[in-house]
């Protein structure tokens, strides 16, 4: 099996795939041994530590583990949110993106952000006030408990592993890059700490980490993108016009590019991001962690904000990399006439953009800040998804589905701390494994997954009376299939790892396809499910409806 | 919030199957649902959100048709300036999605909360 993946990315490292790799981080160098960001990142470390061991003496209950007591106030939670939602892929990758092609970073960002509204519509609220600590809770309020948990976890450990180790590759690569440490090394660093904050800390650590990280990440592009605006008289317009100046493409940065020259294939990317942020499952656990839907609802639309304010900083803060870096020969590695190719040779490839733009804005100190900001960036994302694997083992799996609710909250908590130990140790070994291959259209996978699996036996479940287990079963099942087999037919997987001819699904992205036929077999299964079952699942909508409606009956707030 | 009543009887933690359970099980399900409030209530928000989403999603695939359909449009410089139209597209969508989330949060503290408040108070919690 390990065979098969390893041969299956191996020759993906030349895989142009752009749509379904977004944005990524390219092969790199180890650097010179960097001190003043080492120690700026054993500070947030020791601070998070420090963190984790108050949240560790608060976490008694189940309720305290997975859900932080259910006592974390909108506000936070927004934070929380964000600082799950603004990985390094989209710090650096985006702002890299922009450097190369201008215009076509701004396609990445709408479709990462248009999906908190969707969240906020259909989701949050309802979720609220039917779930208590995984999104399985709500998946199964009225259908059968053993299946809904089985898909529900499946998906959720599908996406979780494609995520974790597209992020575990990321952060061996870019620490190795920023701090001069072995990838190795790195790589355990972050699956060590990981644990601690989850098995420890359980989703109050988690949570302050995402919290200070988010502050941090956003502190530092805030400064990052006014430097720049300062610069160039705080008018974004000199800005463009200098960038446009000196980028090897010229007037072309400003206009779509090549980035979406398929219509279908644009479309498809834009539905995998959109619904796809509607199944992560490390996103919907966060909703438990406030008392009500109207917190619920609130931290949504602060969320929304500082992930879209995000996202137009590194638009900033990639042009500032054009328009400052570019006619700088010391930040490029020169040829042999002392010419360099700005997009090809950059040092430590494009990804590299926001962080030498650091150098060039703040001097070594800022540069350290920010290489602290990445890395703390990758180790609060993977917490957030190790605490979803492990809610879903211990909650799902082994409380619903094994032990058939027949275990105590003690035992269901432990087995919870030692999935994250499990994952931790998992997430290291096949960051080792993967460390030379292209893993970036994982997060395309994984997006693709929660949009195809989770969000429709999520939604169906919710809005839709007629949905039976039957039908909600066969559809997971079937988007979850049919979103893995697409892309392992697409081209990135099926031509160039594989060394086919020609892809057999001809688009990089499945979600256009694999969604509506989730959504499709889950309606024409319930349709078609006569059995006793299925009659009393239909009748037992009207209480889940009330429930989640209203949210009278709702989880408390506080252990139960 | 609201606990200790039986409504979604779903006790912790539940045997499978138990997740299955009739309105007929919990006679205030049926009183609940047959409230003018709650009918109400239900009514407006899930149009409203409907159309939200609607909103959403025209905004957002309209923006990835032009880029798809129409890249020379997108291209346009705005007032003779650097900046191109497609630049401004795509921070509006930005902003509008920021701005939908707006107006459903304020929609709902003020309208659907008052609504679900009266209907608290008319099954008497």
Redesign the interface.
């Known amino acids: 099996m390990n065979r098969i993946l390893l041969g299956l990315t191996l020759a993906t490292i030349a895989a142009t795939a752009a749509y379904a790799a977004g944005p990524d981080l390219g092969a790199v160098q180890q650097s010179a041994t960097n001190w003043p960001a080492i120690g700026m990142f054993l500070f947030f470390v020791l601070a998070t530590l420090g963190i984790t061991y108050k949240a560790a003496k608060g976490t008694k209950s189940a309720a305290d583990f997975y859900a932080a007591g259910g006592g974390i106030s909108a506000g936070t939670n927004s934070l929380a949110i964000a600082g799950d939602y603004m990985s390094a892929a989209s710090f650096l990758g985006i702002s890299g993106l922009v450097y190369t092609s201008g215009f076509d970073g701004l396609i990445y960002s709408t479709g990462f952000l248009v999906g908190w509204p969707i969240v906020l519509f259909l989701i949050a609220e309802r979720l609220r006030n039917l779930g208590k600590f995984t999104f399985a809770d709500v998946a199964s309020f009225r259908l059968d408990q053993t299946s809904i948990r089985i898909i529900s976890a499946v998906g959720t450990l599908v996406v979780v592993a494609f995520y974790l180790i597209a992020q575990m590759v990321g952060a061996g690569k870019l620490i190795q890059l920023l701090f001069g440490l072995p990838y190795l090394y790195a790589v355990i660093i972050v699956g060590v700490l990981m644990i601690v904050y989850v098995a420890f800390g359980g989703m109050k650590a988690t949570t302050w980490v995402q919290v200070i990280k988010a502050c941090l990440l956003l502190g530092g592009a805030t400064f990052m993108a006014g430097a720049v605006l300062y610069r160039y008289g705080f008018n974004p317009e000199t800005l463009f016009a200098n960038a446009v100046q000196v980028h090897p493409k010229g007037d072309a940065i400003m206009a779509p590019g090549g980035l979406v020259s398929n219509p279908i294939e644009a479309i498809s990317l834009g539905v995998g991001l959109m619904f796809g942020t509607a199944g992560l499952p490390h996103i919907l656990m966060r909703f438990f962690t406030v008392s009500d839907a109207q917190a619920a609802r609130k931290s949504v639309f602060y969320a929304t904000g500082l992930i879209g304010y995000f996202y137009i900083l590194t638009f900033i803060i990639g042009f500032g990399g054009i328009a400052l870096l570019m006619s700088d020969p010391s930040y490029y590695k020169l040829g042999a006439a002392g010419t360099f190719d700005k997009l090809k040779d950059m040092i430590g490839g494009t990804n590299m953009v926001a962080v030498n733009l650091a150098n060039a804005i703040g001097g070594p100190y800022f540069l350290g800040f920010i290489s602290a900001v990445a890395f703390a960036t990758i180790l609060a994302v993977v917490a957030g998804l190790t605490l979803a694997g492990a809610s879903a083992i211990s909650h799902d799996l082994y409380a619903q589905v094994i032990a058939r609710g027949r275990t105590t909250d003690k035992r269901e908590v432990n087995l919870s701390k030692l999935s994250a130990v499990v994952i931790g140790i998992v997430a290291i070994f096949l960051g080792y494994v993967f460390e030379n291959q292209n893993v970036a259209f994982m997060v395309g996978l994984a997006f693709a997954v929660a949009a195809s699996c989770n969000f429709p036996v999520l939604s169906m479940s919710i809005l839709w009376r007629g949905t039976t287990t039957w039908g909600a079963l066969a559809g997971g099942l079937v988007g979850l299939l049919a979103a893995v087999i697409m892309v392992v037919l697409s081209k990135a997987v099926w031509v160039t790892t594989l060394g086919n001819p020609a892809p057999i699904f001809p688009y990089d992205n499945p979600a256009l396809f694999s969604m509506p036929l989730a959504f499709a077999t889950i309606w024409v299964v319930s349709l078609m499910d006569r059995s006793r079952r299925g009659q009393r699942e239909r009748a037992a909508f009207e209480a889940q409806y009330v429930r989640s409606e209203t949210g009278i009956g709702a989880s408390g707030a506080h252990a139960h | 919030?609201?606990?200790g009543?039986?409504?979604?009887?779903?006790g912790?933690?539940?045997?499978?199957?138990?997740?299955?359970?009739?309105?007929?099980?919990?006679p205030q399900?049926?009183r609940?649902?047959r409230t003018p409030e709650?009918q109400q209530?239900?009514h407006e928000?899930t149009r409203f959100?409907?159309i939200?989403?609607i909103l959403?999603l025209v905004v957002?695939?309209g923006?990835?048709?032009l880029?798809?359909?129409d890249?020379a449009l997108?291209?346009v410089?705005v007032g003779g300036?650097?900046?191109?139209l497609?630049?401004f597209m795509?921070?509006f969508?930005?902003?509008f999605?920021?701005a939908?989330?707006?107006v459903?949060?304020a929609r709902?503290?003020t309208r659907f909360?008052a609504l679900?408040d009266a209907?608290?108070r008319s099954?008497g919690?």
């Open positions: 919030m609201s606990s009543t039986t409504l979604g009887a779903r912790r933690p539940a045997p499978p199957g138990s997740g299955t359970l009739g309105a007929d099980a919990d399900v049926a609940i649902v709650f209530l239900v928000r959100g409907w939200l989403t959403m957002y695939f923006f990835i048709g880029i798809a359909f890249k997108l291209a410089k300036g650097t900046a191109s497609g630049l795509g921070v969508v930005i902003l999605a920021f939908l989330t707006g459903y949060v709902a503290n909360d679900s209907l608290k099954v919690r």
